[in-house]
């Protein structure tokens, strides 16, 4: 029977219930406890950490170390609520580069579970080992060790039932528990690391560079599709791995963001990571990376979650603006800096010539981090007009262009090299240094519109251009209202339409490098498009879907036959354009088939 509140009195809790409460935030699971473990032992400058676990960590958490370890005298105090070597005043809170300076992880574990401490102090005559259970008394006697500290968490759980009835099945716990041992090893590739569970090796790294680490931890499979970044900007560095669209995933399970060494789940870097994909990515999937922001720590406050995976950022807009921007070129950067075979390449900073002062004064202003496009276009300038006078012609009456190259010897070698044929008017051949490169002419020539499109509309409104006879569509009475509600919007994207009738709809004019295409399926999809949003914000929100949209109806379709001249002009221009790797709903717009690969269907020199 409840107490009346009238008569209930305030009274301090027991020790052992304070931190059984704050167990509740700080070890939600085994994995929770397995974090607190490793992150001491880097703390304490662990070269080589080795982990058992028993049960998913449920019955045994063992973590093995070579770290400076602790004394005597330090062993109660490591257990003890609020004690830590960390900190020491509120400067070095606001400015903390430890893993662990709250010290409440280890008194809340041990509140929960069977701990055992063995450590053996550098310069220390020999080890000592402490032992607790709950609130039972602390035992520290001498014990054998050869150097480091060893963390023996048993039980988890054991004097508090409710709590454990919580936990999920062996496998999912261990799950959990492998997933943080993953984002540590990843976070530390100068650490050596081992993983044994009932019994069996799961993990055993070497120390090595992050390359390597990466290989061991996401699988040869991440890397063909990986661009490495390598971006600074004043105070802001950006390093690490960002997957093409081509290796996305179907949930966040590759995602990993550090910052300064620390693996968190930050809302404000995943949007901007995810916002840099948004032209490359279907909305259903999921982008792939490995990326590590550093930083000045005063700028990151990392006291906002017990479990420190949530940090907030003093200048929360600049942190966003760059990373959106340093993942966004290196997605972004042009074949025409790359060789067909080169799967990662850094794009350098893109920041040369701003001085830390200016980027200072300037954080929150994304435009400082724009790359001109004409710097990555020069390097095919020669063939850049040619290419886009070409491909404006695709689908109109082609003028008898010339060849890319005169001779079979090719002086100039491009990234996908020259044209050879087509297949089922969808694909164009071509051949490379590398072997064979096939290109979806549709899915290709869609990017190449959608930036140009991105482009002329950021320098006004796209050129236009008029028809001699105006289109006539029969619409419907929503199409109609749509289209005269949107008619400013219209003639921002390029088109000059007008009612005529009470179901007839005239368009004058077109964006001029779609004029080839099929006006009347690109009008009512953009009218389709155009009736979801208010008038009033319609271009500026929805801009790139609504460019998107153009492209795609605009882009050369299947069956349409190329010349050679077209073809190698819509190669030339893939290597000029940005983000050419892929269409933007995320498919590839070329494929590279190297001549080992041929040989091998061939059975050549086998």
């Known amino acids: 029977m409840n107490t009346p509140r009238s008569e209930q009195k305030i009274r301090p809790l027991p020790d052992l219930l304070i931190s059984q409460i704050a167990a509740g935030e700080v070890v939600e699971r085994p994995a929770s406890v397995l974090k607190e473990l490793l992150e001491n032992s880097l703390d304490a400058g662990a070269t080589k950490i080795d982990v058992t676990l028993e049960e998913g960590g449920v019955r045994l958490m063992r973590v093995t170390d070579n770290g400076f370890g602790m004394s005597a005298d330090d062993l109660p105090l490591a257990l003890s609520r609020h004690a830590t070597s960390k900190i020491a005043s509120l400067e070095d809170l606001e400015r903390v580069g430890s893993y662990g300076f709250r010290g409440e992880a280890l008194a809340s574990i041990t509140a929960v579970a069977r701990v055992t401490v063995t450590s053996r102090q550098i310069g220390a005559a020999h080890a000592w080992r402490l032992q607790r259970s709950g609130d039972e008394g602390d035992t520290v006697q001498p014990a054998a060790l050869s150097a480091g500290t060893v963390m023996e968490v048993a039980d988890l759980y054991f004097n508090t039932p409710a709590r454990r009835k919580f936990l999920k099945t062996e496998s999912t716990e261990f799950a959990h528990c492998d997933e943080v041992f993953r984002r540590m090893a990843l976070a530390r590739p100068d650490v050596a690391f081992s993983l044994m569970h009932q019994g069996r090796e799961k993990w055993r790294l070497a120390s090595a560079d992050f390359s390597r680490r990466a290989k061991e931890i996401i699988g040869e499979d991440f890397f063909p599709h990986a661009r490495a970044i390598e971006v600074t900007a004043g105070p802001l560095r950006l390093s690490g791995l960002a997957a093409m669209p081509a290796y996305s995933r179907s949930g966040r399970d590759e995602q990993y963001f550090f910052v300064n060494g620390r693996f968190v789940r930050d809302k404000l870097l995943m949007h901007a990571a995810r916002q840099a994909y948004e032209d490359i990515l279907h909305g259903a999937r999921h982008p792939a990376y490995v990326l590590f922001l550093e930083m000045d720590p005063a700028g990151v406050d990392v006291n906002v979650h017990p479990a420190k995976t949530e940090v907030r950022f003093r200048e929360a807009r600049g942190i966003h603006q760059f990373v959106f921007h340093a993942v966004q070129r290196t997605l ?116 190449i519109l959608y930036e140009q499109l991105k482009t002329s509309l950021d320098a006004g409104s796209p050129a236009m251009q008029t028809l001699l006879v105006p289109i006539i569509l029969s619409v419907s009475t929503h199409e109609l209202a749509t289209a005269t509600e949107h008619m400013e919007a219209l003639h921002t994207l390029g088109f000059t339409v007008a009612s005529i009738g009470p179901r007839e709809l005239a368009v004058r004019a077109v964006p001029a490098m779609l004029s080839g295409g099929d006006i009347v399926a690109l009008v009512r999809a953009l009218l389709q498009d155009l009736a979801e949003q208010p008038a009033s914000r319609v271009v500026e929100a929805q801009r790139n879907a609504l460019l998107s949209t153009m492209a795609c109806h605009g882009a050369v379709r299947a069956n349409r036959h190329l010349t050679l001249p077209e073809m190698n002009a819509l190669l030339r221009q893939m290597e000029a354009t940005e983000r050419a790797d892929q269409c933007n709903h995320g498919r590839p717009t070329w494929v590279q088939l190297p001549m080992a690969e041929l040989d091998k269907l061939f059975m050549r020199g086998q």
């Open 332 to 447: 972004a950067t042009p074949l025409s800096g790359v060789g067909a075979g080169d799967t990662l390449h850094s794009i350098g900073n893109g920041f040369e010539g701003l001085p830390a002062a200016s980027y200072a004064s300037s954080y929150p202003n994304a435009s400082m981090y724009q790359t001109p496009l004409g710097m990555r276009e020069a390097a095919v300038q020669p063939y850049f007009d040619f290419a886009r006078a070409a491909l404006t012609a695709i689908d109109g009456a082609a003028p008898n262009l010339p060849l890319a190259h005169e001779s079979t010897e090719h002086p100039i070698e491009h990234p996908l090299g020259y044209a050879i044929a087509q297949l089922r008017g969808i694909y164009v051949l071509a051949e490379n240094v590398h072997g064979l490169v096939l290109v979806d002419m549709h899915a290709a020539h869609e990017r």
